[in-house]
């Protein structure tokens, strides 16, 4: 079974998109019952994280950090300009790691799946795909 | 096959909790032989990482460099007064994995698996599962 | 099936290492077809992401952002004087999950997999393995 496409639409330069409900209709479209879900980012300047969604706001804060930590003006020598984006990218990481019980994603309670645009706005996606438990 | 819980009880606001026997008991309960351990924190204000459990002077500069990286007064917005910790736990991240071999967790010499805890005391708990190689 | 070994020879104290075309041998050996390759380094002071690798500008920036953020001086506790190297590998993370496709690495266009040597140049090494969908 190959991997399954989620199309996200970002609409600012640093945008944290909660994806969970798609990630969600993706693992049961599957069929998945007990195992692992991996979500994969496939672009080099936006990442994955799961975090709090209840409160908009902490989205908001884990964004203002990193905007003041990875300052646009240092010698990058990337000639784009997005530099900070790559770097956050990797801080926060390219893939998340899910686990599936009983076809239900097994978040804690304010957990959520966040897409985490850093060079915004633009067309992106995620991959996902299932690995089962024994 | 469901998830294993590993509980877990900080005693400070800040401090790294090594579970890697915890989960290689885990790993032995569920009779895994090769593949994957991937170990999930259900919390939003807590990590995972793998590092160096053999000088405990590790931990240590790494839970102080983070307390100065990203401070507790800033212009946070999420009203709780605990966003330094959700930010730490997604620059950690939420999961580790871990290679499986014959049954025994496959580190480094000098690795252990740290729960994180960024706003503690607290109960805790972790979530693993095992998904196998061919 | 047990984990691939691939060694890696760094030349510097802080430098990626382009490990894509490795990965992608060791997934074709295994003969891996759908499922996800996690890619795991037993290290330390060292660890792996996934970023850009057409512009090699893109690794330097990290890491010169890397170098600045995490400083050498600072009253770390750690006697062996590497604990940068420490927190950086926490900050990238031990691990990285790729999507496999019809025995192919599924990754974005411009993106490859480095090893991250942060206490080099060393004699290192990163493990491998594959589990599959269903």
Redesign the interface.
């Known amino acids: 079974?190959?991997?399954v496409t989620i199309d996200i639409k970002t609409s600012a330069h640093e945008e944290f998109v909660d994806i969970t409900e798609q990630v969600q209709d993706a693992i049961a479209q599957i069929g998945a019952v007990?195992?692992?879900c991996?979500i994969?980012?496939?672009?080099?300047t936006a990442g994955l994280?799961?975090?709090?969604h209840a409160?908009p706001?902490?989205a908001?804060?884990?964004i203002?950090?990193l905007h003041d930590?990875?300052p646009a003006h240092?010698?990058?020598?990337?000639?784009?300009g997005n530099?900070p984006a790559?770097?956050k990218?990797?801080?926060?990481?390219?893939?998340?790691?899910?686990?599936v019980?009983?076809g239900r994603l097994?978040?804690?309670?304010?957990?959520g799946i966040f897409f985490c645009e850093f060079d915004g706005p633009r067309s992106r996606r995620v991959?996902l795909?299932?690995?089962?438990?024994?």
Chains 1, 2, 3 share one sequence.
């Open positions: 079974m190959g991997p007990d195992g692992v991996t994969f980012s496939p672009h080099t994280t799961v975090n709090e409160d706001a902490v908001h804060d884990i203002s950090f930590a990875v240092r010698p990058w020598t990337h000639a784009e530099s790559h770097v990218a990797s801080l926060l990481g390219s893939s998340v790691a899910v686990i019980e009983r097994h978040l804690g309670t304010w957990q991959w795909t299932f690995t089962p438990s024994p």
